[in-house]
Nanobody, 124 residues
Framework: QVQLVESGGGWVQAGGALRLSCAAS????????MGWFRQAPGKEREFVAG????????AYADSVKGRFTISRDNAKNTVYLQMNSLKREDTAVYYC?????????????????WGRGTQVAVSS
Protein backbone atom coordinates (compact mmCIF):
# COMPACT_ATOMS: atom_id res chain seq x y z
CA GLN A 1 0.00 0.00 0.00
CA VAL A 2 0.96 3.63 -0.39
CA GLN A 3 0.51 6.48 2.05
CA LEU A 4 -1.53 9.37 0.66
CA VAL A 5 -1.70 12.98 1.84
CA GLU A 6 -4.16 15.43 0.28
CA SER A 7 -3.81 19.20 0.17
CA GLY A 8 -5.34 22.18 -1.57
CA GLY A 9 -8.81 22.16 -0.12
CA GLY A 10 -10.48 25.29 1.17
CA TRP A 11 -13.31 27.73 0.70
CA VAL A 12 -14.28 29.19 -2.65
CA GLN A 13 -17.23 31.02 -4.15
CA ALA A 14 -19.43 29.31 -6.69
CA GLY A 15 -17.90 29.58 -10.14
CA GLY A 16 -14.40 29.57 -8.73
CA ALA A 17 -11.63 27.00 -8.98
CA LEU A 18 -9.41 24.90 -6.73
CA ARG A 19 -6.65 22.40 -7.38
CA LEU A 20 -6.28 19.46 -5.06
CA SER A 21 -3.00 17.61 -4.76
CA CYS A 22 -2.27 14.18 -3.39
CA ALA A 23 1.28 13.22 -2.51
CA ALA A 24 2.05 9.50 -2.34
CA SER A 25 4.86 7.76 -0.55
CA UNK A 26 6.81 4.87 -1.98
CA UNK A 27 8.82 4.10 -5.07
CA UNK A 28 6.07 2.26 -6.90
CA UNK A 29 3.70 5.19 -7.38
CA UNK A 30 3.87 4.92 -11.16
CA UNK A 31 2.43 1.40 -11.01
CA UNK A 32 -0.74 2.51 -9.22
CA UNK A 33 -4.01 3.77 -10.57
CA MET A 34 -5.11 6.86 -8.67
CA GLY A 35 -8.43 8.52 -8.03
CA TRP A 36 -10.60 10.86 -6.04
CA PHE A 37 -13.79 10.25 -4.08
CA ARG A 38 -15.86 12.72 -2.10
CA GLN A 39 -18.37 12.65 0.69
CA ALA A 40 -20.82 15.47 1.36
CA PRO A 41 -22.54 15.89 4.74
CA GLY A 42 -25.30 13.35 5.15
CA LYS A 43 -24.50 11.62 1.88
CA GLU A 44 -22.66 8.49 0.85
CA ARG A 45 -19.13 8.60 -0.46
CA GLU A 46 -19.05 8.84 -4.25
CA PHE A 47 -16.56 8.46 -7.07
CA VAL A 48 -15.28 11.69 -8.64
CA ALA A 49 -12.42 10.85 -10.99
CA GLY A 50 -9.78 8.23 -11.72
CA UNK A 51 -6.61 7.89 -13.77
CA UNK A 52 -4.62 4.83 -14.76
CA UNK A 53 -0.94 4.30 -14.04
CA UNK A 54 0.33 6.07 -17.15
CA UNK A 55 -2.23 8.86 -17.27
CA UNK A 56 -3.48 7.60 -20.61
CA UNK A 57 -6.93 6.65 -19.37
CA UNK A 58 -9.24 8.67 -17.17
CA ALA A 59 -12.77 8.38 -15.83
CA TYR A 60 -15.15 10.93 -14.37
CA ALA A 61 -18.47 11.03 -12.61
CA ASP A 62 -21.16 12.57 -14.80
CA SER A 63 -21.63 15.36 -12.27
CA VAL A 64 -18.08 16.67 -12.78
CA LYS A 65 -17.41 15.95 -16.47
CA GLY A 66 -16.23 19.04 -18.29
CA ARG A 67 -15.45 20.86 -15.03
CA PHE A 68 -12.88 18.67 -13.25
CA THR A 69 -9.63 17.30 -14.63
CA ILE A 70 -7.49 14.59 -13.05
CA SER A 71 -3.80 14.36 -13.87
CA ARG A 72 -0.64 12.88 -12.45
CA ASP A 73 3.07 13.53 -12.32
CA ASN A 74 4.84 10.23 -11.73
CA ALA A 75 8.18 11.98 -11.27
CA LYS A 76 6.70 13.83 -8.29
CA ASN A 77 4.57 10.97 -6.95
CA THR A 78 1.59 13.31 -7.10
CA VAL A 79 -1.91 13.25 -8.51
CA TYR A 80 -3.99 16.38 -9.03
CA LEU A 81 -7.64 17.28 -9.33
CA GLN A 82 -8.27 20.60 -11.05
CA MET A 83 -11.77 21.74 -10.19
CA ASN A 84 -13.29 24.57 -12.23
CA SER A 85 -16.74 26.14 -12.29
CA LEU A 86 -17.35 24.91 -8.78
CA LYS A 87 -20.90 24.55 -7.58
CA ARG A 88 -22.35 24.53 -4.12
CA GLU A 89 -23.09 20.82 -4.51
CA ASP A 90 -19.35 20.14 -4.88
CA THR A 91 -18.95 20.88 -1.18
CA ALA A 92 -17.53 17.73 0.41
CA VAL A 93 -14.50 16.09 1.91
CA TYR A 94 -12.34 14.88 -0.97
CA TYR A 95 -10.34 11.67 -0.60
CA CYS A 96 -7.38 10.54 -2.66
CA UNK A 97 -7.21 6.82 -3.43
CA UNK A 98 -4.72 4.39 -4.92
CA UNK A 99 -5.11 0.90 -6.28
CA UNK A 100 -3.47 -1.72 -8.46
CA UNK A 101 -6.24 -1.88 -11.05
CA UNK A 102 -8.37 0.66 -12.87
CA UNK A 103 -11.13 -1.45 -14.37
CA UNK A 104 -13.64 -0.78 -11.60
CA UNK A 105 -12.57 2.75 -10.77
CA UNK A 106 -16.04 3.89 -9.72
CA UNK A 107 -16.26 1.22 -7.02
CA UNK A 108 -14.86 1.90 -3.56
CA UNK A 109 -13.55 -1.64 -3.19
CA UNK A 110 -11.35 -1.13 -6.26
CA UNK A 111 -9.08 1.03 -4.13
CA UNK A 112 -6.92 -0.26 -1.30
CA UNK A 113 -5.24 2.95 -0.07
CA TRP A 114 -7.12 6.03 1.10
CA GLY A 115 -5.97 9.43 2.29
CA ARG A 116 -7.54 11.24 5.24
CA GLY A 117 -9.32 13.77 3.07
CA THR A 118 -9.34 17.51 2.47
CA GLN A 119 -12.38 19.75 2.89
CA VAL A 120 -13.78 21.74 -0.03
CA ALA A 121 -16.50 24.28 0.70
CA VAL A 122 -18.28 26.17 -2.07
CA SER A 123 -20.56 29.06 -1.20
CA SER A 124 -23.15 30.64 -3.46
Amino acid sequence: QVQLVESGGGWVQAGGALRLSCAASGRTFSSYAMGWFRQAPGKEREFVAGINWSGGDTAYADSVKGRFTISRDNAKNTVYLQMNSLKREDTAVYYCVAGRIFNSATMQNNWNSWGRGTQVAVSS
